[in-house]
């Protein structure tokens, strides 16, 4: 029994074991070799039609003579006939090969090709009796040979973990896959033009440096073996970014990757994407008209509406978007105000009446912080800015002049987790050479999170930084919340996996 042939079989027919497929691959492939007829030489193949072209343009293209290039996805034998379904870039389409057309040699060589295998056809566009658009094959070639087998037998690639494994094999057999990659692509198209047609120019820095900074986390580390010195990976676009709005650059964005050598987890993978952008002479209220512009826009122009769904659950992104201080917020959802507590021993009873585990640093800010990420941001479901975070969770924002135990910070949140985060930007460099020593006294003391002191930063703040807004939005979270996605893993192509065999 021939492998293509498997999808006739009778229940109680044997079908042949993985070893004995995949033995039967490489012997066929030998004797093509043999003959001199080696798929793997074939260097070009010329194709004028794509299958949904085809079936979006039937009535024009009937009796057309076309060809077509794709991946065999199944086989259906019907006598001396075929039907058989390729998969090309632009989705599936049905192929008629029979004998009278190809002739006994090409009809029974095609017999032995394998589901799996890209070939090139050409013919002429029909219909079926049943009305399926389809392509009476005239000629046919192998492109090339697929020594493994597709996962059809088991009902399809199902294994979630494979699946990020394998994700070429992901996008053969789940279409839908395809589909969320294409709005991640449309998703950073559209912030691109969103922020060039406002005058924006895009931009590149360094990936490897010498101090990591623009975050609070913990850095991939390598080493340069030239220099003789360790280098590190970026976790923020934002030092570099500000430097050239210094040297000026008014506005000024890059799109890119970014690493931080943390956990795993369905909204955290080592290596991820984001756009920063800055703006001077703008504060943080007219960064978040920024960026809610880009998610009302990102939602209306891919899916054509602002009005989605997450996990179930609706999510309106239409503009304006709610707006909470973090003091605010903390008081809706736990009943604490936090404004009314003058002094760290007030602060600290109440978040133990609360359940909150106390930070390291007890101070009336950082505690402020823990009862907002421990007990509301789960809760905000709907779009939400939470404003004026506290100072010692922030140490590049500017302080709020009408507070400065709180700064000019924003986060954006949707689903119960983070999306964007900015900034007025803290352009004092005797202020930010202080908080940079402060970061740099609790790395010292074991956070590996912290940040590090950066002279050659605080130097172009010496200069002069102009009144900045600046923000930073995850694009993967972003493509997520618009693909309605349970994990990161599933929006980002080759996400970070453990070797399978470790």
């Known amino acids: 029994m021939t492998e293509e042939n498997r999808t006739i079989t009778t229940p109680e027919e044997a079908e042949p074991s993985l070893s004995e497929i995949l033995q039967h691959r490489r012997d ?25 072209e085809i079936k979006d343009n039937f009535d024009q293209m009937e009796g057309s003579d076309v060809s077509l290039a794709g991946r065999m996805m199944s086989k259906r034998v019907m006598g001396k006939a075929f039907f058989v379904d390729i998969l090309d870039d632009r989705g599936r389409i049905q192929l008629y090969i029979k004998v009278d057309n190809l002739g006994e040699e090409l009809f029974n060589e095609f017999r032995k090709w394998d589901i799996g295998d890209i070939i090139g056809v050409s013919g002429t566009v029909f219909r079926t009796k049943r009305g399926e658009v389809s392509v009476n094959v005239t000629s046919v070639l192998l492109l090339s040979k697929s020594l493994l087998p597709l996962p059809e037998k088991f009902h399809g690639l199902t294994n979630q973990e494979l699946r990020y494994r394998q994700r070429y094999v992901d996008l053969i057999m789940n279409p839908e896959v395809r589909r969320t990659f294409e709005i991640r692509t449309k998703v950073i198209q559209t912030i691109r033009r969103y922020l060039d047609d406002r005058g924006y120019l895009e931009v590149e820095t360094p990936v490897l440096n010498t101090v990591s900074g623009g975050a609070n986390a913990r850095p991939f580390i390598t080493h340069h073996n030239t220099l003789d010195m360790e280098m590190y990976m970026r976790i923020a676009t934002e030092l570099h970014l500000k430097r050239l709005v210094v040297g000026g650059i008014e506005r000024v964005y890059e ?9 795993i987890s369905p909204r955290h993978n080592p290596e991820f994407t984001t756009v920063e952008f800055y703006e001077a002479y703008a504060d943080y209220h007219d960064i978040m008209e920024r960026t809610e512009g880009i998610f009302a826009k990102a939602a209306q122009d891919i899916l054509g509406t602002t009005e989605i769904s997450y996990q179930g659950t609706p999510v309106s992104l239409k503009a304006p978007f709610a707006r909470l201080t973090m003091a605010e917020a903390v008081k809706q959802y736990t009943g604490v105000d936090f404004m009314t507590l003058t002094t760290t021993e007030e602060a600290v009873a109440a978040a133990k009446s609360i359940g909150v585990t106390l930070p390291k640093e007890l101070s009336w800010g950082s505690i402020l912080f823990e009862c907002f990420d421990q007990r509301v941001e789960a809760k905000l479901i709907q779009p939400t800015f939470i404003l004026d975070h506290p100072v010692e969770v922030s140490p590049l924002a500017k302080r709020c002049p009408s507070d400065p135990r709180l700064t000019e910070r924003f986060e954006l949140f949707i689903t119960g987790r983070e999306m964007a985060n900015a900034f007025s930007e803290l ?14 006294s609790l790395r010292d003391g074991g956070d590996e999170e912290a940040s590090m002191m950066d002279e050659d930063f605080v130097t172009a703040l010496e200069y002069g930084l102009p009144p900045t807004g600046g923000c930073g939005i995850g694009i993967d979270r972003m493509v997520m919340l618009l693909t309605d996605s ?17």
């Not at 352009?427 to 740099?440: C, H, L, T």
């Not at 349970?486 to 470790?502: C, E, G, H, W, Y």
């Open 28 to 52: 066929k492939l030998n004797k093509l070799q043999a003959d001199g007829r080696d798929p793997y030489h074939v260097t070009k193949f010329t194709r004028t039609a794509y299958s949904a």
């Open 255 to 263: 799109i890119g990757r970014l690493f931080r050598n943390e956990g």
């Open 427 to 440: 352009n004092d460099p005797i202020d930010q050479k202080e908080r940079f020593m402060r970061q740099a």
């Open 486 to 502: 349970a994990s990161i893993r599933d929006v980002i192509l080759f996400p970070t996996m453990k070797p399978d065999n470790q």
